[in-house]
């Protein structure tokens, strides 16, 4: 009995034995990267092949999956990449990575079957849950943030290595290129950053702010870091799809879970599964038109919440965005404790093409993670005062294992390699040289150290007044000084022989509260009804009038002291004195009072001095502002219009001046974001000068004679042909994108965007004003007539096509009134050279 109860202990020995070998678990674990940009890829479908067995990489492109029956391989697949296949080991713990290449394919075809989208019931959800979910529904949040940016060279072809520039450095690039996975392709990394900061924001009135409080900048043609520290933040990456249009470079895109979703997109229900603790729903989406403003991708919504869980979504280079091959945006959202969700991961690549075949690509690469939040604790509206704060010492150089300290995860060990690779090659003679042509162009100085030179694009011009001129000049930046700064120009005229000149110098008071005192001189000539302070933020169209015929023109001699403050938060105030002379170049004449008009052989008089004090104020809600030096950029309007009031008070007597004289002028700028109708631009200016002054210190329209395109002047207008003491004006610009283009088919192919415009001016003059206007000189010379609006408005409209070949418009306008004028146009085409994605 013993012996068989031992046999059996043996038997069954043997059994367990045979078991466990045979159903020994496989676990395969490994990291998804995009072959082409070696960034992870989050949300790929990793299964054991011919089963349903396996899971999704998570936001780091990391997976892990296992089986006690396995098969002899893993497949790795995801919507917009080829799937991958690898053998493994069964009954092992073994590491796998993938990479994916991009599957260049057209979107693919949706059936539609009888009954309804399985998918459309659970968008329904996200659209009727959206207040429960989106965070603008938070009184307020702020949390910590790092953020890394990267910019590469990539598509790096051996035709393009073969040229001369690139011999040069052909011996540096073997040792710096990184080949980004097994099957991956060279990049040459041009710029990385890091940085870690704070985001506040509050609801109402919606505010925000960030301060950066570490920061790490190295790259290619950047000596100062100061301006890129304040780009590399959070507050330029704030994606969210909860709106209904999300904006990225300028341009407007359909949300998928907008409100009207059924309009842009198809849907497919693929899957579901649990994402962490939540059973999600996995939806892919495709635009119905390729050329429309919208991704492609897949999101994950929650079961019991509809709330967006994790969205990768891309815009491909069907879209009707210009130089654009992908941008895609990754993101991974984090439910607060009041029910609202906040993003905890971003990740967003933008892949610029090549302009030619042997030319090279860009790619630059985002990624933000957020951690430690806080809600519903909104702080005082002061605190929000400046968009983008720069702690003093963000830029000091901290020890690798400091920022080590910092980094919500740490560095890839090509990672680390990048910051050795960009000092090698920012060191290389040639990449310096071009660096410094590239940035002088994008600048209009070139950079001696602590001086500039230029603007490059006004050296040399022509006009009918003075031919030939030639210009030069410098000025000082924050290297020479960070609270002066000085500059000069000198400049010939071969036909009129004269010398033109002018020179500045400014005091920066205050950064904080952007504070300045600055005081210029100058003697040039310039057209009538340029205002060269007026128009200071438009220095190309300002550089453009230096061309062509000067009909009316004048000489002037200036000096203008001046001083600027923010006081609070888009609320500036600036005050200045300015002393000016006329001195015209062609017939001109005027009247010192009325009663002259009336007499025979009342003297005229040509010439004149003015001295002038002006107090303006200006109000931008949401404007934002970054230092670049010691010079403020503005990145334009969102949301709120700009308003600004200039009142302006004549001094007679004054430094000779002629005149005692009051101007009141308003304008409002604003943005209007139009969803599917695209952008459109409005402005709304009026003035008022209730007192008898000369013309030219009227209002003077500014007219358009040549065949460019401004958007500051009145296109088919002659220089000088209207003038008036009391307007309103109204400007307005509609970009519609590829709205209509996109629909007729082949011309969809060349991606035309429609533009429309409309310029009104409804105004008068006096009947004091029109008796100054004298019609002989002082020297006998019939004087050039200038007329004014009666009663009617001038109104022009026009039409035009953008994007043609990517840099040319061409517009075509109509002039509606004062059509019975000497030398009228009635109609117009002119056009202009523009960079737009």
């Known amino acids: 009995m013993k012996i068989l109860v031992g046999f059996f202990r043996f038997l ?22 995009d072959a082409n940009s070696g960034d992870p890829l989050p949300f790929v479908n990793v299964v054991f092949k011919g089963t349903t067995t396996g899971g999704t990489t998570d936001f780091d492109g990391k997976y892990v999956i ?5 098969s002899d391989s893993v497949v790795a697949s995801y919507i917009g990449y080829q799937a991958r296949t690898k053998k493994i080991k069964r009954g092992i713990d073994q590491v796998v990575n993938f990479q994916l290449v991009e599957e260049k394919t057209n979107l693919q075809e949706v059936i539609v079957k009888a009954g309804e989208n399985p998918a459309w019931e659970i968008l329904r959800g996200v659209v009727r849950n959206r207040d429960l979910n989106d965070k603008r529904k938070l009184d307020a949040y702020e949390y910590d943030v790092y ?11 051996e035709q393009f290595r073969q040229k001369k520039v690139m011999k040069k450095i052909a011996a540096v690039l073997d040792s710096v290129e990184r080949i980004v996975g097994e099957d991956g392709k060279p990049v040459l990394p041009l710029f990385i950053t890091e940085s870690v900061s704070k985001f506040y924001y509050r609801e109402k009135p919606q505010l925000s702010t960030e301060t950066i409080l570490r920061s790490k900048v190295n790259g290619v043609g950047i000596d100062d870091g100061t301006m890129v520290t304040q780009l590399v933040g959070s507050t330029f990456q704030e994606y969210n799809f909860y709106q209904n249009w999300v904006p990225i470079i300028n341009k407007n895109f359909v949300s998928p879970i907008a409100d009207g979703w059924r309009l842009y997109y198809d849907y497919d229900l693929l899957d579901s599964l649990y994402l962490g603790d939540d059973f999600c729903y996995r939806i892919d989406f495709y635009p119905k038109s390729p050329l429309e403003l919208a991704f492609t991708g897949s999101m994950w919504i929650t079961k019991k919440e509809f709330a967006l869980k994790q969205i990768d979504a891309s815009i491909s280079k069907s879209a009707n965005v210009n130089f654009i091959d992908r941008i895609k945006i990754q993101q991974e959202l984090a439910k607060t404790e009041d029910g609202h969700w906040l993003p905890l991961k971003n990740r967003v690549l933008v892949n610029i093409s090549e302009l030619s075949k042997n030319s090279i690509g860009l790619l630059a690469k985002f990624y933000t993670s957020n951690r430690n939040f806080v809600i519903n604790k909104p702080r005082e509206q002061s605190f929000y005062e400046r ?31 990048v910051y050795n690779m960009i000092d090698t090659l920012k060191n290389i003679p040639v990449v310096k040289t071009y660096t410094e042509i590239f940035k002088a162009i994008v600048d209009g100085y070139y950079s001696l150290g602590k001086v500039e030179v230029g603007p490059y694009l006004r050296t040399f011009t022509w006009n009918s007044v003075e031919g030939f001129r030639i210009q030069g000049g410098f000025k000082t930046n924050s290297k020479y000084s960070k609270k ?27 950064r904080k509260k952007w504070t300045t005192l600055n005081f210029s001189a100058r003697t040039d000539v310039v057209r009538l009804g340029i205002d060269d302070d007026l128009l200071s933020n438009n220095q190309l169209f300002l550089t453009a009038v230096r061309w062509g015929q000067y009909r009316r023109a004048y000489y002037f001699n200036e000096v203008f002291p001046s001083f600027r403050r923010e006081f609070f938060k888009g609320f500036s105030q600036r005050v200045g004195f300015r002393y000016n002379t006329f001195d015209p170049t062609y017939p001109f004449a005027y009247y010192k009072d009325p009663s002259d008009a009336a007499v025979p052989g009342s003297p005229t008089y040509a010439k004149f001095e003015t001295s002038e004090v002006f107090l303006e104020s200006r109000y931008a809600r949401d404007e934002t ?59 709304i200016a009026g003035e008022y000068i209730p007192d008898t002054l000369p013309y030219p210190l009227l209002g003077v329209h500014l007219g358009n004679q040549s065949f460019l395109y401004s958007q500051f002047a009145y296109n088919l207008m002659n220089f000088g042909e209207f003038v008036s003491d009391r307007y309103v004006t109204i400007r307005y610009r509609q970009f519609l994108e590829g709205l209509f283009l996109n629909r007729i088919p082949l011309m969809n192919r060349l991606k035309w965007r429609l533009v429309a415009t409309t310029n009104i001016i409804y105004g008068g003059l006096s009947q004091e004003n029109q008796r100054l206007i004298a019609t002989q000189t002082p020297d006998g010379q019939t004087a050039y007539p200038t007329g004014y609006l009666v009663g009617t408005p001038y109104v022009e409209v026009g039409y035009g096509v953008e994007n043609i070949f990517h840099f040319f418009r061409v517009d075509f306008v109509h002039r509606l009134t004062y059509l019975n004028r000497p030398d009228v146009r009635p109609f117009g085409i002119v056009g202009t050279i523009q960079f737009k994605l």
């Open 147 to 157: 953020t890394k940016t990267e910019v590469d060279l990539d598509h790096i072809t």
């Open 66 to 70: 296992r089986a006690i029956k396995a």
């Open 625 to 683: 502002y970054i230092q670049n030096g010691n010079e403020r950029v503005s990145l334009g309007l969102r949301k709120w219009p700009a308003i600004t009031f200039r009142y302006t008070h004549g001094i007679q007597g004054l430094f000779g001046s002629d005149f005692t004289y009051n101007k009141f002028r308003l304008q409002i700028d604003k943005r209007i974001r139009m969803g599917l109708l695209g952008v459109g631009f409005m402005t």
């Open 12 to 33: 069954a020995f043997i059994l367990f034995a045979t078991t466990a070998a045979l159903g020994q678990e496989t676990i395969v674990r490994g990291k998804v990267t």
């Open 484 to 510: 002066m700064m000085y500059g000069a120009m000198l400049a010939y005229g071969f036909d009129d022989h004269r010398v033109k000149a002018s020179g500045f110098v400014e005091r920066l008071v205050d």
């Open 387 to 417: 968009r983008i704060n720069v702690a003093e010492d963000a830029t000091v150089f901290e020890e690798e294992k400091y920022w080590d300290t910092l980094r919500h995860e740490p560095l890839t060990s090509t990672e680390r390699n």
